[in-house]
C-alpha cells in the first residue's frame, strides 16, 4: 500500500518567513494530493490540493508543488501569519480506492 | 462542500461499556469514512461505510470491535464496543463529494471520547 512520510514534524518561524514542508510517497499509482490545516481542537480542513496533471498550484500565500518522477510533494507557505500556526498533513491518494494516505503531521509555529 | 455533523461530541465512559458515534451530512454521499485520530497523532482510517453493505475494514480493525452502520446516503454511526483506556481517541467522520468537488474529502467536528 501508499506510505507517505512528511518532514518536519516541528517547523517554527518568525512571522512573515515563509515555511516549506515535504512529504514523499511510495505508490506511482498516487495521482491526488491534498494538504489539510488541523487547529487545536478543530477538524481537518482542507487548505489545498493538486492533480498528477499539474506540477504547482497557487493560492494566495499558499502553493503546492508536485514532482511526480521523485515522488515528493510540498507546501508553500510566504508571509506566515500567527492564525497559520497549526498542525498540516499531507496525503496521497489514487484513482484506483481513492481513500487518501495521510502523513504524520507537521507542527506549524509561527511567532509574532 | 459538505456540511457534517457529529454527535456526540465528547463523552466521558467507563471500561467495558459502549458508545455509538453519530454522523449526519447535508447532502448525498458516495463514500463516508471513519477515523481515528489519537493525541497529537495523525489520522487512521479504521473503516470505509458502505450504504447498504458491510462497512470495510482496514487492517487492524474489526467488525465487532467497531461495527459500523450506514443506512442511506446521509447517515452513518460507528460503534465502539466493550471500550477500555485505549480507545481513548478523537473519532473523525469523513466524507468524499462527487462532481465539481471530485475526490475532495471533508471532515466532521469530531467526538473526543474519554475511558476511565
Known amino acids: 500500500g501508499e506510505n507517505v512520510e512528511q518532514h518536519p514534524s516541528t517547523l517554527s518561524v518568525q512571522e512573515g518567513d515563509s515555511a516549506v514542508i515535504k512529504c514523499t510517497y511510495s505508490?506511482?499509482?498516487?495521482?491526488?494530493f491534498p494538504w489539510y490545516k488541523q487547529e487545536l481542537g478543530k477538524r481537518p480542513q482542507l487548505i489545498i490540493d493538486i492533480r498528477s496533471n499539474v506540477g504547482e498550484k497557487k493560492d494566495q500565500r499558499i502553493a503546492v508543488t508536485l514532482n511526480k518522477t521523485a515522488k515528493h510533494f510540498s507546501l508553500h507557505i510566504t508571509e506566515t501569519q500567527p492564525e497559520d500556526s497549526a498542525v498540516y498533513f499531507c496525503?496521497?491518494?489514487?484513482?484506483?480506492?481513492?481513500?487518501?494516505?495521510f502523513g504524520r503531521g507537521t507542527s506549524l509555529i509561527v511567532h509574532p | 462542500s459538505a456540511v457534517i455533523s457529529q454527535k456526540p461530541s465528547r463523552d466521558i465512559c467507563q471500561r467495558g461499556t459502549s458508545l455509538t458515534i453519530q454522523c449526519q451530512v447535508d447532502?448525498?454521499?458516495?463514500?463516508m469514512f471513519w477515523y481515528r485520530q489519537q493525541p497529537g497523532q495523525s489520522l487512521t482510517l479504521i473503516a470505509t461505510?458502505?450504504?447498504?453493505?458491510?462497512?470495510?475494514?482496514e487492517s487492524g480493525f474489526v467488525i465487532d470491535k467497531f461495527p459500523i452502520s450506514r443506512p442511506n446516503l446521509t447517515f452513518s454511526t460507528l460503534t465502539v464496543s466493550n471500550m477500555s483506556p485505549e480507545d481513548s481517541s478523537i473519532y473523525l467522520c469523513?466524507?468524499?463529494?462527487?462532481?465539481?468537488?471530485?475526490?475532495?474529502?471533508?471532515f466532521g467536528p469530531g467526538t473526543r471520547l474519554t475511558v476511565l
Open positions: 469523513s466524507v468524499r463529494t462527487s462532481g465539481r468537488a471530485k475526490d475532495t474529502q471533508y
Open positions: 505508490d506511482s499509482a498516487s495521482n491526488y
Open positions: 461505510a458502505n450504504q447498504g453493505s458491510e462497512a470495510t475494514y
Open positions: 496525503a496521497a491518494s489514487d484513482r484506483r480506492s481513492y481513500i487518501p494516505t
Open positions: 447532502s448525498q454521499v458516495t463514500m
